[in-house]
């Protein structure tokens, strides 16, 4: 259980996770645990074991003691592996003591989060992994990262998990980074007109506004890169498509690749030379990993 793959990522805020465990209590137990409440002595304790059922790259561990503690402060939880770190099947990643009732009560939120968070590191890390040592075009390693393509409230959770897998984060919301996508481009016009739009557009910008263009044909992309914009995203080209656009962009612009990345194709497009791998998958499709709670008493 030494192989970590993101030693450092970028940490969680947990004063902004607070409100989503407790929105999410709220929902699972609005008038608390009738269950426990009704079988359970008051002062019974319970000691537990968060186990392993299958291998996995572990991300949310504050998230599964703040749930704890906001039942109750009193429980303690010990966790033997840390974020961003591989664990196997049969592990025991902590182990947590308390107040049987609230242990019981934070059970299903805990897991729940921790479980999806893992779930996520776990198959970013398999899409890092899948992308090798590849180089882009500037000579520097291929990122991996995220799209808006997140559970709605959950997108802080879900992006720190994609970190402890080792790939990184797009931009964090339409608020972040100026990103015109065909939707805009339709609006916009084609050829010389589309790359006096861009660059009014880009005039206006403060200076520490990336702003990135996707396009789905080679035929947009002098256009677009005469706007001399930061990024430009090729959607959905064949790996022999993304190869030619990174020669003919030769550095002017960042290179994002993006559309139908699967664990099979991404070795491939990482070697074409583009900067940057982008897939919706490390969130929108991943299974949360089967991660459960045993009694030690």
């Known amino acids: 259980m030494t192989d970590t793959f993101a030693a450092q990522p970028l940490p969680l805020d947990m ?81 947590i003591r308390g107040n049987a009732r609230a242990v019981l009560l934070a059970e299903r939120v805990s897991l729940n989060l921790l479980q999806r968070m893992s779930g996520i590191a776990t198959t970013t890390a398999a899409y890092v992994a899948a992308a090798g040592s590849a180089r882009s075009f500037r000579g520097e390693p291929v990122r991996i990262v995220d799209t808006r393509k997140t559970t709605p409230g959950l997108r802080l959770l879900e ?10 984060n797009h931009r964090n919301d339409l608020s972040a980074a100026v990103m015109a996508k065909d939707n805009h481009l339709s609006l916009l016009g084609t050829g010389e007109e589309l790359t006096q739009q861009l660059r009014a557009a880009k005039a206006r910008l403060g200076h520490t506004i990336h702003f990135e263009v996707e396009i789905d044909s080679l035929d947009q992309l002098d256009a677009v890169l005469a706007a001399g914009v930061d990024t430009i995203m090729l959607d959905n080209f064949s790996v022999a498509e993304l190869r030619a656009g990174v020669e ?20 491939q497009i990482a070697s074409t030379g583009v900067d940057v791998i982008s897939s919706g998958a490390l969130t929108h499709s991943v299974r949360s990993l089967d991660l459960g709670l045993d009694a030690l008493n």
């Open 159 to 168: 992006r720190y998990a994609v970190r402890c897998g080792g790939g990184y």
């Open 248 to 267: 003919r962009v030769a550095g002017a612009a960042y290179v994002e690749a993006s559309g139908g990345i699967t664990l099979d194709s991404i070795g």
């Open 15 to 95: 004063r902004l996770v607070e409100p989503l465990i407790a929105a999410a209590l709220a929902e699972d137990a609005p008038t608390g645990d009738i269950t426990a409440n009704l079988l359970i002595p008051a002062d019974a304790e319970l000691s537990v074991a968060l186990a392993a059922r299958e291998d996995g790259v572990l991300s949310g561990a504050d998230v599964f003691t703040g749930v704890m503690h906001h039942v109750d402060p009193r429980t303690t939880v010990e966790f033997s592996v840390t974020d961003g770190q591989r664990f196997a099947a049969g592990d025991h990643l902590a182990v």
